[in-house]
Nanobody, 123 residues
Framework: VQLQASGGRLVQAGGSLRLSCAASGRTFSRYAMGWFRQAPGQEREFVAAINWSGGSTYYADSVKGRFTISRDNAKSTVYVQMSSLIPEDTAVYYC?????????????????WGQGTLVTVSS
């Protein structure tokens, strides 16, 4: 599976942004998907995950209530809708695919990674 993340840009604090991650291949629906982010000088951290069907989701406490992960299996795409953005959300955002059907917040469980898209939130 190849993943292509997009949608990152400069946005003001309080604004909204939607990131997309398009997957190649015909087996997208077999993968749980996740979003991670890495701020400058910091380790990669979990943001959100969704199971294969989209019926179950999981969020980091830092984004709960502000971010929404979703997927469209017909389009082989996973999204994260981000609202009420704060400067601390500034990071490179990565999507990832896990061959299990369920979701996980653990980066090492994921098998495939996209290249990342930069989100910058100005104060």
């Amino acid at each position: 599976v190849q993943l292509q993340a997009s949608g990152g840009r400069l946005v003001q604090a309080g604004g909204s942004l939607r990131l997309s991650c398009a997957a190649s291949g015909r087996t997208f629906s077999r993968y749980a998907m996740g979003w991670f982010r890495q701020a400058p000088g910091q380790e990669r951290e979990f943001v959100a995950a969704i199971n294969w069907s989209g019926g179950s989701t999981y969020y980091a406490d830092s984004v709960k209530g502000r971010f929404t992960i979703s997927r469209d299996n017909a389009k082989s795409t996973v999204y994260v809708q981000m609202s009420s953005l704060i400067p601390e959300d500034t990071a490179v955002y990565y999507c990832a695919a896990d061959r299990s059907y369920s979701y996980t917040p653990l980066a090492y469980e994921y098998d495939y990674w996209g290249q990342g898209t930069l989100v910058t939130v100005s104060s």
